[in-house]
């Protein structure tokens, strides 16, 4: 069996980032090496205080501390590191298409295929390519056509091997894994045998039966169904907040009573203002697309009803506000309590917050964000990513601050949308003290349950109740 001794990873983000991090810990004989475009972020990777690495995660600095140096290294020296692996995974981004065929839907493969053709263009020695990206099904087969065209002779195997971390327990999620899934040409003599490779470096911590290994095909579609699948199940108990409001049924005691059924299970049932995130709506766009090109349409439709309830949650949830704040909040400030898709992480992708302070922007308010981890010219650039208005005019009307009680000051209103344990544990009496009244808490995270309205004095509206 091919043992490894080099690993090259390209793309040092919030996947490519953690993932070799715990390699490297958990591998000490292996030598992993993190390569990226972005100078910057491998700049911040490599920076003396490991405090300062580009991506926050619950544990991950001090696996980095242990590893870095010693067998875990961070460059942009891309095509030195392909030269030396044994095995390259391939963790760049790969965002749903802006442009052209499957604008807005399909995902844009222009990365990929960029790191395929420099592959090929450096590769001296055999490698295992592995895809850490979450692809559309049949991408191994384009990836093999361009190494296998354009290499020097060289030997490829392709194995897919999705990413199941959630981001705020990404470390956790990586050491104890439910499954790792290793997908493979295994009907071939050297896929089976690359397929081992990488099941052999896994096993260094991961037992193995939580090992499954597949056909490359199963392996890319099942990550696209967990997601799918897991996102489906927020949507549903989003769909029944909504009829709860209506109803006088609270969406908590229905999750609960329904999440004991143990068939169904307890986990992803909270109610929020909206699923957010890298993975979930671009995955399930994808699976959309697919689908309908195969002419499959009632099973896109079915899928993208996931989408759409989503959507409409996010907008159901801001209008609530404006209604309740006597349909106007024209010049009203509104704190923003939040900004990340959900806690424990610094990334702000697909957040319900952005589109909530969109809404609320339409409708002339001003807002003012407060967010424990996300820096402030990210808050800038995902409003100005939206185009909805010039990016002036996002800095005029947006401020952001570096406190709680900051942003709640005079304003009209406060709504909570990550979930931040600092933010159970705030001066709620205070809060409410300082701002106008009457003054209006909107809790799109179900996040002060026991805090009622006499204990905090709010005009309180809670998600689903
Ligand atoms: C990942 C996965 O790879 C994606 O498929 C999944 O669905 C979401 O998460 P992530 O690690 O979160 O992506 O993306 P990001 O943090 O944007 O990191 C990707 C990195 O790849 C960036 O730092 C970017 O600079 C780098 N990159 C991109 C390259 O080094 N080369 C390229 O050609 C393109
Ligand atoms: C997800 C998958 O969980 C992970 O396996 C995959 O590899 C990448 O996509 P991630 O996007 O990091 O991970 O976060 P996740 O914890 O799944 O949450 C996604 C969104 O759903 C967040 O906005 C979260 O707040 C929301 N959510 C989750 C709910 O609104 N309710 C829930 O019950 C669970």
Redesign the pocket.
């Known amino acids: 069996m091919t043992q490894i001794k080099n690993i090259c990873c390209i793309g040092a983000g919030y996947v490519g980032g953690p993932t070799m991090a715990v390699i490297a810990q958990k591998c000490p004989e292996i030598e992993v090496t993190v390569v990226d475009i972005n100078e910057e972020r491998i700049a911040a990777w490599n920076d003396e205080d490991v405090e300062n690495i580009p991506i926050y995660e619950p544990g991950l600095s001090a696996v980095v501390k242990e590893a870095r140096g010693r067998n875990l290294f961070f460059s942009t020296n891309v095509d030195a590191a392909i030269d030396k692996a044994d095995m390259i995974f391939i963790s760049v981004n790969t965002p749903t298409k802006t442009y052209g065929i499957g604008k807005g839907m399909a995902a844009d493969l222009k990365f990929i295929e960029l790191c395929a053709r420099q592959i090929a263009r450096v590769s001296r020695t055999d490698k295992i390519v592995v895809e850490k990206s979450t692809l559309p099904v049949r991408t191994a087969e384009a990836l093999k056509n361009i190494l296998d065209n354009t290499g020097n002779g060289v030997n490829y195997q392709i194995l897919s091997n999705p ?6 327990t990404a470390v956790d999620d990586l050491v104890n894994p439910d499954r790792v899934l290793i997908g493979g040409d295994i009907d071939t003599e050297r896929g089976k045998d690359a397929v081992e490779a990488l099941v052999d470096v896994y096993a260094h911590w991961v037992p193995r039966e939580r090992l499954l290994t597949t056909n490359v095909w199963s392996s890319e579609l099942s990550k696209l169904t ?2 799918a699948f ?2 489906q ?2 949507s549903s ?1 989003n769909a029944m907040s909504e009829l709860c409001e209506k109803t006088g049924a609270d969406v908590n005691e229905v999750a609960k009573a329904v999440g004991m059924d143990s068939r169904i299970g307890p ?6 203002v ?7 709506q671009k995955d399930i766009l994808n699976l959309v697309y697919i689908s309908k090109s195969f002419g499959l349409n009632e099973v896109a439709d079915y899928w993208e009803q996931v989408i759409l309830m989503n959507d409409h949650q996010k907008r159901r949830f801001a209008a609530k506000m404006v209604q309740t704040l006597f349909n106007t909040v024209s010049g009203k400030k509104i704190a923003l309590l939040g900004w990340a ?2 806690k424990d ?1 610094n990334d702000t992708r697909e ?2 917050a952005i589109y909530v302070a969109d809404y609320l922007l339409n409708e002339q308010a001003e807002i003012v964000v407060y967010d424990p981890k996300v820096k402030t010219e990210q808050i800038y650039a995902d409003l100005d990513y939206l185009n909805t208005r010039t990016s002036e005019e996002n800095r005029t009307r947006v401020k952001v601050v570096d406190t709680p009680y900051e942003a709640t000051k005079d304003a009209h209103a406060v709504t909570l949308l990550t ?1 931040w344990d600092e933010f159970m544990e705030l001066d709620w009496k205070r809060i409410y003290d300082e701002m106008l009244k009457p003054a209006f808490l909107f809790d799109g995270r179900r996040l002060l349950e026991r805090k009622t309205k006499e204990e905090i004095g709010f005009e309180f509206y809670a998600i689903g109740s």
């Not at 990413?163 to 705020?168: N, P, Q, R, T, V």
């Not at 986990?267 to 929020?272: A, E, P």
């Not at 909206?274 to 979930?280: E, M, T, W, Y």
Request: glycine share 12%; aromatic share 16%.
């Open positions: 990413e199941f971390l959630a981001e705020g967990a997601n897991l996102a199940r927020v108990i986990k992803f049932l909270k109610s929020s909206g699923f957010g995130g890298s993975c979930f898709f959900k992480t957040s319900a979930e």
